[in-house]
Structure formats: C-alpha cells, structure tokens
C-alpha cells in the first residue's frame, strides 16, 4: 500500500506541476508508454523488450533516434514531443541506443533485471515532471 500512495503522491505533484495538464492526462501517457513497451504484455518490461520497442522507432537501425523518428513511431500521448527533448541530453536531435541501458537500470530500482508496473511509473512521472518543467513552453 505504501508503493500506491508514492505514485499518487508523484502523479499529483507531476499535475501540479504540469500547467494544465491533469493527473489523468500524465497517467494516460504513463499508460500508453507501457503498453508500448510491454511488447508480451505480461504487466512486466524486461531489457529485451525496451529495446525491441526502440528498434521500431529507430527505423534506418542507425542505433539513434530522431526526434522525427520518435515523433512517428512513439507511444502517441501528449508529452511524446517534451520527452524526447528531454531524453537528448547533448541536445544534438538524437537520443542514442546506449541510453536504452541507462534508462533500464534506472527504472529497475530493485536491480532485480525486470521492471515492474510501480517502478515504470515512477521513472515515467519523473521525466514528464523534468519534461514539463523543462520544455513544457513546447505543448500546444
């Protein structure tokens, strides 16, 4: 039950924080990300998965992605444009395949080599709050 109310606590101050967009709205985009991630819908995201979604965005297998790319191929939500800029730390208009790895561990906070429902969330309303905060002058 403590895991819930952390969520709720970072989805409500994601919502806050996020201008006019509503709790519902960041949930809605933390669920879209998922589904497209959990390619065997298994409520799980493993490596193989994570970069088996990257590869359909990346579609000239260059190992990077452009925001065109991303833009196209992304889980369709509201933030989809923010994050990418959010994720293309060197601000050069590609976010590289390495980053795939470094997001894993980050989102698997219990290393346990598989990221559950809880920890997606919480990775994912972190970087739309970083996203907002960051680039949220960008949202229509």
Do not use: P
Not at 125 to 135: D, H
């Amino acid at each position: 039950m403590y895991g819930f109310g952390v969520i709720v606590f970072l989805l409500t101050l994601g919502s806050s924080l996020a201008q006019n967009y509503t709790h519902a709205q960041l949930l809605a985009g933390a669920d879209k990300g998922f589904q497209f991630i959990d390619i065997n819908n298994d409520t799980f995201v493993e490596l193989t998965e994570l970069e088996g979604a990257w590869d359909l965005v990346d579609y000239n297998h260059d190992h990077q992605v452009s925001e065109s790319e991303y833009e196209a191929g992304g889980s369709n939500h509201d933030f989809r444009g923010i994050i990418f800029q959010e994720m293309d730390y060197d601000g050069d208009g590609y976010v590289d395949h390495s980053a795939i790895m470094g997001q894993y561990v980050v989102m698997d906070t219990n290393a346990d080599n598989i990221v559950s429902r809880r920890e997606f969330d919480i990775y994912y309303t972190a970087l739309v709050e970083r996203a907002i905060k960051n680039y949220g002058y960008l949202l229509g």
